[in-house]
């Protein structure tokens, strides 16, 4: 997930951009790196995007949105080189893979690497991402490669990695719906007074249709003929209760608490001459990679067949520069923890709480649909509060902190070993 203010340095004038804003596919120029967030009301988006906007990526002033089981919204910034009613590179790609809730794919372009990550139908904030290297793509797809049930694993060819595929871009962008950027704040100026004075002039002209139609056509007596009524026979139709996404929930305490000894146990796996990088849990599995400093391979493959630690698998990339592991954690319990906060009381205690405690905390107001499965029975909408936390603490220690909060669930937890941080993804539902 993208932290406020991660595109800065590459938007200051002195530092080298590593990312690029656009490819173009069959003559067609797609705008890429967009920051994706969960839309909440899809029917009314503007006030929640020009919030959003403002609030995490400064100078966002265009827009795309997402439709579909997971509406979203991506933003992105003018001045870096895109434009108002350019297609959407990621939006025509999600709706051609409609039949995957969830893949995670690099595809090798003219004007750089796309990396693109969707999970459970949502574009992940840093899932669209056009990299201007080829060693920061692949290093950002195979820490993403290890984590269990992908619907596909799509990469170049050349890479040579297992249980992947080399998918033709063009045919997937020609089948994707063309969604376009626009401007955040479109209507203002001299474009909303002429509106408006449109506005009035076709509603003149149909006050003065409705009058001359009123005082100057003959009124006609409408004949009148007596039908017999028909007998109305109402049917009960019997609507069964929609399941509450709180109603059964993974217990984020056995999430955190896999987590920790997760890491841990994967961590003690340390080949001379090899580096561990970014570690990610989902809560029944972790998985990492190593990069190759001063070690071999041969070095590497020893240290994995003399570790205690049970791998679900692990592999080495064609080169032997490189190679991932992961390891299957117990099975998560379930638990029912209904919300106890309003959304605006929730933003509010937790702000309050973390400006105690000293600590930055992003927070993003998202939804999910549950679908009745019942016939002309709409979905139901339950409203959420997502919330990402960068920390030195240990999941242990955040148990105590997070499980206070009713309706809470934890979605990701990754480790940084050369930094010691720990980030973490959750949401929590209101009422």
């Keep these: 997930m993208l932290k406020d203010g991660e595109f800065d340095n590459d ?33 009314d988006p503007m006030q929640e995007i020009e919030e959003t906007s403002s609030a995490v990526l400064e100078g966002a002033d265009l827009f795309c949105i997402k439709g579909g089981r997971a509406p979203q919204f991506g933003i992105c910034v003018s001045q870096e080189g895109y434009k108002s009613g350019q297609y ?17 794919g690099v595809f090798k372009t003219d004007d750089g690497w796309w990396y693109t990550c969707v999970r459970n139908d949502i574009i992940l904030s ?16 195979m820490s993403m490669l290890a984590v269990p049930d992908w619907g596909m694993r799509i990469a170049p060819q050349e890479w040579g990695i297992e249980d992947t595929q080399e998918v033709s871009l063009s045919e997937l962008m020609q089948r994707g719906a063309k969604a376009k950027l626009q401007k955040i704040k479109g209507l203002r100026g001299t474009k909303l007074l002429l509106i408006i004075v449109l506005s009035l002039l076709i509603g003149g002209w149909l006050i003065s249709s409705l009058i001359d139609k009123l005082l100057f056509t003959p009124v006609k007596k409408p004949v009148v003929v007596p039908i017999r009524p028909k007998a109305v026979v109402e049917q009960k139709v019997e609507v069964k209760p929609i399941p509450k996404p709180w109603e059964k929930l993974a217990n984020p305490s056995t999430f955190m608490e896999n987590c920790f000894h997760g890491v841990k146990q994967i961590t003690d796996l340390t080949p001379p001459g090899w580096t561990i990088g970014n570690i990610t849990c989902t809560g029944t599995s972790v998985a990492t990679s190593w990069a190759r400093n001063a070690g071999f391979i041969s070095i590497a493959k020893e240290a994995i067949d003399k570790t205690d630690i049970k791998l679900a698998g692990y592999g080495f990339d064609p080169n032997g520069n490189s190679f991932t ?14 919300p106890t906060y309003n959304m605006t009381d929730l933003r509010y205690t937790i702000n309050n709480e973390f400006q105690i405690l000293n600590l930055p905390i992003s927070l993003i107001n998202g939804s999910v649909s549950v679908p009745s499965n019942q016939p002309n029975v709409p979905p139901v909408t339950f409203n959420k509060l997502i919330f990402g936390i960068n920390s030195p603490h240990n999941p242990l220690i955040w148990m105590g902190l997070l499980m206070k909060y009713s309706g809470l669930e934890i979605n990701l937890i990754t480790y940084s070993p050369s930094g010691g941080m720990w980030h973490y993804e959750g949401a929590i539902y209101v009422l």
């Excluded at 530092?15 to 009301?41: D, E, H, M």
């Excluded at 590179?89 to 893949?103: E, I, K």
């Excluded at 290297?133 to 290093?139: G, P």
């Excluded at 592991?325 to 209904?338: C, G, M």
């Design 126 to 141: 840093d899932g669209d991402m056009l990299f201007l290297s080829e060693d920061e793509a692949k290093s950002q797809f």
């Design 325 to 338: 592991a992961s390891i299957n954690l117990p099975p998560l319990d379930t638990l029912e923890s209904p």
């Design 88 to 104: 959407v590179a990621a939006c025509s790609l999600v709706t051609a893979m409609d039949n995957l809730s969830s893949f995670v």
């Design 11 to 43: 938007l200051d004038d002195g530092a080298p951009r590593t990312w690029g804003t656009s490819i173009t596919v069959g003559g067609t120029v797609y705008a890429t790196s967009l920051f994706w967030q969960p839309l909440q009301n899809p029917n």
